[in-house]
């Protein structure tokens, strides 16, 4: 799997937009782009994914880069819920664009949010 | 909305023996994962199921483990003969497809005593 390069930790203040960088400079053009979050005792969580163009949805933005050699997550208005470890991560397709299932998970960016 | 869930949530047990973690998959997901993690570590996967069967095992998924779907709810892992260093967080996930957005149950904490 193609490796992904994320801060390990960031702050940001409640009701404030935070935006969480990826670098991922060997990612290849059948990849696509995951973003899930660990909340402190709790399972991974999905929150948005992308291929080439920006996507929006209820959680998260996510923005790509237009050579696709980085990405950010964008959390337009973090809360205190919000904090929580952040992975980006590639997920590859094989020839026939099927994905090979399982996600490799790095150390994430640790999200701390201030009151 | 439907969710997967994982029993039990903390299991306590002696080096050696065996342990069986349950998993309920959401009912109309066809793909099921296995994923650890050890306290402080990152989120390692183990396997993958699909239709009754290991589609992929990472090198950590050796003899000692093992995958089984008994019936059409429950995804068990069991681990024959527990080692001090299994202990950690055990994540049952499941997808409707192979490329869906995978979801992740509670966890269950294994500690091997």
């Known amino acids: 799997d193609a490796k992904t390069t994320q801060p390990n930790s960031m702050e940001s203040n409640e009701e404030e937009p935070v935006h969480l960088p990826c670098n991922h400079s060997?990612?290849?053009?059948?990849?696509?782009i995951h973003w899930y979050r660990q909340l402190p005792s709790q399972g991974p969580e999905y929150v948005i994914h992308?291929?080439?163009s920006n996507v929006n949805n209820r959680m998260a933005s996510l923005a790509i880069a237009e050579d696709r050699k980085s990405s950010t997550l964008i959390l337009h208005r973090a809360t205190l819920r919000d904090a929580a470890v952040y992975y980006c991560?590639?997920?590859?397709?094989?020839?026939?664009?099927?994905?090979?299932?399982?996600?490799?998970f790095g150390q994430g960016t640790i999200l701390t949010v201030h009151p | 909305e439907p969710e997967v869930t994982q029993t039990p949530s903390h299991q306590v047990t002696q080096m050696g023996q065996e342990v069986i973690l349950r998993c309920v998959p959401i009912?109309?997901?066809?793909?099921f994962y296995w994923y650890r993690q050890i306290l402080g570590q990152k989120v390692e996967f183990l396997v993958s199921?699909?239709?009754?069967?290991?589609?992929?095992k990472s090198e950590i998924f050796d003899d000692q483990f093992s995958v089984e779907r008994p019936d059409g709810s429950n995804f068990t892992l069991k681990i024959r003969s527990t080692k001090l260093e299994d202990s950690a967080m055990y994540f049952c996930?499941?997808?409707?497809?192979?490329?869906?957005?995978?979801?992740f149950g509670p966890g269950t904490r294994l500690t091997v005593l």
């Open positions: 060997t990612i290849s053009g059948t990849d696509y």
């Open positions: 992308g291929l080439t």
């Open positions: 009912s109309n997901h066809l793909y």
């Open positions: 991560i590639l997920r590859g397709t094989n020839a026939g664009g099927t994905s090979y299932g399982k996600l490799t």
């Open positions: 199921f699909y239709n009754n069967e290991i589609s992929e």
């Open positions: 996930a499941s997808g409707r497809t192979s490329t869906d957005t995978q979801y």
